[in-house]
C-alpha cells in the first residue's frame, strides 16, 4: 500500500510539474531551427516570448516523432549457475516529444524487446536458449519530462521519468508444457512467471536519459544516447537492481 502511494505521489507531481512548466517556459538561448506555432503567446520567466498552439494543427506542428535503437544490459543479480549472465537486449523504441521547441516538454516512449526466462525459488530470472522455460516479450512505457539545451543546431536533452514495464512470457518454442519443471509442470512455471513480473510493483521504474543530436537537414536531428530504467519494486521487494536496464545506442528526431 506504501509502495502504491509512492507511485500515485511520483505521477501526479511529474503531471503537475510539467503542466505547470508549460505556462513559465524557460529558454537557454536563441531559438532552435523548430519554429513554434505563432498564434497565442505568453511571456517565460526570462522574459522572452513563447508561441502557445491555438489549434489542434499547431500541437502538430510542435510535435516531434523520435526513435532510438542500440544494445542493452539487463542486470540479473541472482546466481548464475541457476540463471544466465546478465544477458544483452536489443531494444528498440518509438515516441512523441511535444512541445518541440522549449526548454521543457514531454516524451513518452514505448520500448520493445524479448529475452528468455526461467523460473526457480520463486523468482523469473534471465535463462540461456537452452534453459529458456518463456520467451518474453518485454514493453517498456515511459512518461518523462525532457529538458533541451540549445547549442546552435544541435540540443543536448536530458529525461527523467516514471516507467511502466509490461512483460508477457509465452511458452517458449520447443517446450511442451507438460515438461517437468520447478513449480511442477512447464505449463506451472510459465503461470508462475507471469505472476511474478505483476506483484510487489515490480513493473515500475524510474528513468533516466541523456541524448545529444545533431541538427542535419531540415527538422532531422540524429545523435547518441544513453539511458537507464532502475526498478522501484525489486528494490522495495529486497531483490537488489534485478532487472535493472541500462543502454546506448542511436537516436533520431524529425
Known amino acids: 500500500m506504501k509502495l502504491n502511494k509512492l507511485i500515485f505521489a511520483?505521477?501526479?507531481?511529474?503531471?503537475?510539474?510539467?503542466?505547470?512548466?508549460?505556462?513559465?517556459?524557460?529558454?537557454?538561448t536563441d531559438s532552435p531551427a523548430v519554429e513554434a506555432p505563432k498564434e497565442k503567446k505568453t511571456r517565460g520567466l526570462d522574459g522572452k516570448i513563447y508561441a502557445q498552439p491555438a489549434s489542434f494543427k499547431d500541437v502538430i506542428h510542435s510535435t516531434d516523432f523520435v526513435?532510438?535503437?542500440?544494445?542493452?544490459?539487463?542486470?540479473?543479480?541472482?546466481?548464475?549457475?541457476?540463471?544466465?549472465?546478465?544477458?544483452?537486449?536489443?531494444?528498440?523504441?518509438?515516441?512523441?516529444?511535444?512541445?518541440?521547441?522549449?526548454?521543457?516538454?514531454?516524451?513518452?516512449?514505448?520500448?520493445?524487446?524479448?529475452?528468455y526466462h526461467l523460473y526457480y525459488d520463486g523468482m523469473a530470472l534471465p535463462a540461456e536458449i537452452e534453459n529458456r522455460t518463456t520467451q518474453t516479450l518485454s514493453f517498456m512505457v515511459n512518461?518523462?519530462?525532457?529538458?533541451?539545451?540549445?547549442?546552435?543546431?544541435?540540443?543536448?536533452?536530458?529525461?527523467?521519468?516514471?516507467?511502466?514495464?509490461?512483460?508477457?512470457?509465452?511458452?517458449?518454442?520447443?517446450?511442451?508444457?507438460?515438461?517437468?519443471?520447478?513449480?511442477?509442470?512447464?505449463?506451472?512455471?510459465?503461470?508462475?512467471?507471469?505472476?511474478?513480473?505483476?506483484?510487489?510493483?515490480?513493473?515500475?521504474?524510474i528513468s533516466g536519459s541523456a541524448s545529444w543530436l545533431f541538427g542535419l537537414t531540415g527538422n532531422l536531428k540524429a545523435g547518441p544516447t544513453a539511458s537507464i530504467f532502475l526498478p522501484v519494486g525489486t528494490v522495495f521487494s529486497g531483490e537488489n537492481v534485478q532487472g535493472m536496464i541500462v543502454n546506448i545506442g542511436m537516436k533520431i528526431s524529425l
Open 10 to 28: 511520483i505521477l501526479f507531481s511529474l503531471s503537475t510539474f510539467f503542466v505547470f512548466a508549460q505556462e513559465t517556459e524557460v529558454s537557454v
Open 67 to 115: 526513435a532510438s535503437m542500440g544494445p542493452g544490459l539487463y542486470f540479473n543479480t541472482s546466481s548464475t549457475t541457476v540463471s544466465a549472465p546478465s544477458p544483452i537486449v536489443y531494444p528498440i523504441s518509438f515516441g512523441l516529444i511535444w512541445p518541440n521547441y522549449t526548454f521543457l516538454a514531454f516524451e513518452p516512449t514505448v520500448t520493445f524487446f524479448s529475452m
Open 143 to 205: 512518461f518523462p519530462i525532457v529538458f533541451s539545451l540549445y547549442y546552435g543546431q544541435n540540443r543536448l536533452q536530458l529525461n527523467a521519468g516514471v516507467a511502466l514495464f509490461a512483460r508477457i512470457g509465452l511458452k517458449a518454442n520447443g517446450v511442451n508444457n507438460s515438461d517437468s519443471g520447478y513449480s511442477g509442470t512447464v505449463a506451472d512455471d510459465v503461470s508462475a512467471i507471469n505472476k511474478w513480473f505483476w506483484k510487489n510493483a515490480r513493473y515500475v521504474y
